[in-house]
């Protein structure tokens, strides 16, 4: 079914259906968005979802896609107002919403991201934001190390950090992001 043409009122209700998906996503994961849920969040009939969106997959991607722009612009803003940069560093690969503290946030934002993998139509879109996410990376790691990173560094760095927190994870520390903030900083005191 082709996309119906948008009108101010259309394009309103569409943008309500991607954030409710989106915050469904980002609380409970994927299996959390529903048709019916994301009707039910967005506060609009459950034929919206249908009417705006192709399929379930096409309303995900959406969320993702949404969800994913909030958080790199989170990342932006920190960036532009000179925030310490191992923090947005830590935000880039936990989620801004990981400096609340605590399991959850990074629990969820880690399930979102192996769940992605099994969820073939994501794979272009993740593949553009990692575009963006890499460079807000490097211009992190520039500033908290005090030079740019070597090539293949920004990975090392996300493997890293990935790897201490997919273990704290695993052994239910209570705070993944101080776990990851005590190993991007040895990682980067070496750098320098």
């Not at 005090?146 to 293949?152: C, H």
Request: proline share 5%; charged share 30%; with cysteine.
């Amino acid at each position: 079914m082709a996309a119906p043409k948008q009108t101010e009122k259309g394009e309103r209700r569409r943008a309500q259906l991607v954030a409710a998906a989106a915050d469904l996503l980002e609380e409970n994961g994927f299996d959390a968005v529903r048709h019916r849920a994301v009707a039910e969040r967005a506060g609009v009939p459950l034929a919206a979802t249908t009417y705006y969106f192709s399929s379930l997959d096409d309303l995900v991607a959406a969320a993702l896609d949404h969800l994913g722009g909030e958080e790199l612009a989170m990342s932006r803003t920190c960036l532009d107002e000179h925030d310490d940069p191992s923090e947005i560093v830590l935000d880039l690969l936990l989620g801004p919403r990981s400096r609340t503290g605590g399991l959850d946030p990074v629990l969820l934002r880690f399930e979102r991201l192996i769940g992605s993998g099994r969820r073939p139509y994501l794979a272009g879109l993740l593949r553009a934001q990692r575009v963006e996410f890499d460079a807000q990376l490097d211009e992190a790691l520039t500033r908290a190390a005090g030079r740019r990173p070597r090539p293949g560094e920004v990975r090392r760095v996300t493997a890293l950090v990935d790897g201490v927190v997919l273990t704290a994870l695993i052994e239910a520390d209570p705070d993944p992001r101080e776990v990851a903030r005590g190993a991007l900083r040895e990682a980067i005191a070496e750098w320098s």
